[in-house]
């Protein structure tokens, strides 16, 4: 206290000297030397005293009175945090964590918080939920970031009872329970926290937590708004727009989208630019509409890429351009935007706007239908249904069909019917088919009976003629006369010598009443009748097995009629099996 009382009487005694000697007010050199003199004094003080020590670091932390010095600001932190200053021991902390006039370390800054939190420091209990949540300097618990949120919500930190109403409403460390989560952020919004009014408006607009109101969803987004959150000024320029729990204004929608889209809101941006191409709130302007349109684009938006296609489809604030119009149809269809899909398939298939390709067009009709598009559906079962871009398969046809069908899709429907009909014709075709296919095949089976029979027919008629060659080969043999007539050899016999006889260069020959006889001839003349005989007995069985009389049936074996006849039987068996294989 003496130190104190001294340093004081020195620096008044200070300031008259210099009053004095400069001959000035001595209030407006006390005002002059008083930032000076506050340092000193704090300089001074910190030797001894905490609290001069942590006013003496916020000085150089914040540049007050004296030039920006993380080190400096750091050393009387680290002096007032060893004497156990919960505010001194959080900003040793905070850098710690930030790397701040220190090298970063965080673990010695989840060490310093937990001193802080220990204390009742409330900061310091909210970042050590915060660090438990992100894992940061300690092993990641949301059970233990959830009971350091708690104890700061309760001395009604706004940050903590949104963070913590985040807990509720996900279930991250703690039960779900989005009425908990709803009163959490109440209270935070209560405080004016922005993210808090945010997340309270988007409570009642959606009736999460709380009942649905559209009025309270668009005072709170309002609320937070007017702080300038960017989400909220989306959400409350639409709703003027569409006049939802507000009165309609397109005016003060716009002014609103505008400042959520300077922002850089995607949907601010792009909603903006549908007002400015539909004159909504503002003088209609299709170029002022690309601009923020592009915007949107460029941030991935397959609506507003899907509308600046459109836009140079038809040549409004830029010139027509058919590339361009695929291009950022193609950007918005890869995004699974659908209207951009089927735009894409349509002009694949229809070849307006792109050259025809049906694969291409099929491709991205399947896009859509896998996102349950009712159209897309239906095209991609016409597709398959007349093979067009893809191979004919009625039975994919018909799933298509049948997705579309299932969500009430009238011409779906009607398309399934006519399916039907058309394929209870088919099979009654199919049926005529198998019936004919069976006569012909009945009839071929006739056919090559006929063309055996015939065969057979004319082996025969063949045999027979070879052997009727030979009966008449052998007639001569048959009307020999059986005595030889040589009359050097007659003399050399008598008419009753009936033995037998050498003659040279006959041999023995038989000898009868008028001379000798050929024996051999005799045999030949009675094998042939032998033979004759039963051939005559073999056609009139033959015959016989035909119905027809002898002279009948040996005329119906004449072979140019047979040849004629396994002419015509090859060749309508011939035509039978091609109109087999065809069917």
Request: hydrophobic share 40%; glycine share 8%; net charge negative.
């Amino acid at each position: 206290m003496l130190m104190k009382t001294t340093l004081l009487i020195a620096t008044l005694v200070l300031i008259a000297a210099l009053a004095f000697l400069n001959k000035e007010p001595l209030a407006e050199v006390a005002e002059r030397l008083r930032p000076k003199a506050s340092h000193l004094w704090k300089r001074i003080s910190a030797q001894w005293d905490v609290q001069s020590q942590l006013e003496l670091a916020n000085d150089y932390d914040r540049g007050n009175g004296v030039p920006k010095d993380a080190a400096e600001a750091f050393k009387w932190y680290w002096e007032a945090a060893q004497q156990n200053n919960a505010e001194a021991q959080f900003n040793v902390g905070n850098a710690y964590a930030g790397g701040i006039g220190v090298d970063k370390d965080a673990y010695e800054a989840a060490d310093w918080y937990r001193k802080a939190a220990d204390q009742g420091y409330v900061e310091a209990e909210f970042i050590l939920g915060y660090i438990y949540f992100e894992g940061m300097g300690v092993r990641k618990s949301s059970v233990e970031g959830v009971k350091w949120y708690c104890k700061a919500a309760e001395k009604n930190h706004a940050i903590a009872q949104y963070e913590l109403g985040h807990a509720h409403y996900v279930g991250d460390g703690v039960e779900k329970n989005t009425f908990a989560a709803f009163e959490l952020w109440h209270k935070a919004a209560d405080q004016g926290y922005a993210d808090a009014q945010f997340q309270v408006g988007h409570a009642f607009n959606v009736g999460d937590g709380v009942a649905r109101s559209e009025v309270e969803a668009s005072k709170w987004y309002l609320k937070a708004a007017e702080q300038g959150h960017a989400d909220a000024q989306f959400q409350i320029g639409a709703a003027h727009l569409m006049g939802l729990g507000v009165r309609k204004d397109e005016v003060e929608g716009v002014k609103w989208l505008r400042l959520s889209a300077e922002q850089g809101i995607v949907d601010a941006q792009a909603q903006l630019g549908v007002a400015y191409a539909n004159g909504h709130g503002v003088t209609t302007d299709y170029a002022e509409a690309i601009k923020w349109l592009k915007l949107a684009a460029s941030q991935k938006n397959a609506a507003s890429q899907f509308m600046i296609g459109n836009a140079y489809a038809k040549g409004l604030g830029v010139t027509k351009n058919e590339s361009e119009m695929i291009r950022w149809w193609r950007m918005a269809a890869e995004n699974s935007y659908i209207d951009a899909q089927l735009a894409l398939a349509e002009a694949y298939f229809t070849g307006e706007g792109a050259p025809i390709n049906a694969s291409e067009g099929v491709r991205w009709c399947r896009k859509a239908a896998e996102q349950n598009n009712a159209d897309a559906q239906i095209g991609l079962g016409n597709a398959y249904a007349y093979g067009n871009g893809v191979s004919r398969n009625i039975d994919t046809a018909i799933y298509w069909f049948q997705k579309a069908a299932a969500q009430g899709n009238e011409p779906a429907k009607a398309k399934l019917a006519e399916l039907a009909a058309t394929e209870k014709a088919e099979a009654a075709k199919e049926q005529e088919v198998i019936t004919a296919n069976a006569m012909a095949q009945e009839r071929l089976r006739v056919l090559e009976q006929q063309l055996a029979t015939t065969q057979e027919m004319l082996a025969e008629a063949q045999r027979i003629a070879l052997e009727n060659a030979e009966l008449q080969s052998q007639e001569p043999a048959m009307s020999f006369n059986p005595y030889l007539g040589d009359p050097a050899l007659k003399s050399q016999v008598t008419r009753e010598s009936l033995g037998r006889v050498f003659i040279p260069g006959k041999g023995w020959l038989a000898v009868g009443p008028n001379g000798p006889i050929d024996l051999g001839a005799q045999q030949q003349v009675a094998r042939v009748r032998t033979r004759s005989e039963v051939r005559q007995r073999e056609l009139a069985e033959s015959a016989e097995k035909a119905g027809m009389s002898v002279d009948n049936y040996l005329r119906s074996l004449d072979q140019k009629k047979l040849n004629h006849q396994l002419m015509s039987l090859e060749s309508e068996i011939r035509r039978l099996n091609y109109t087999i294989q065809d069917k």
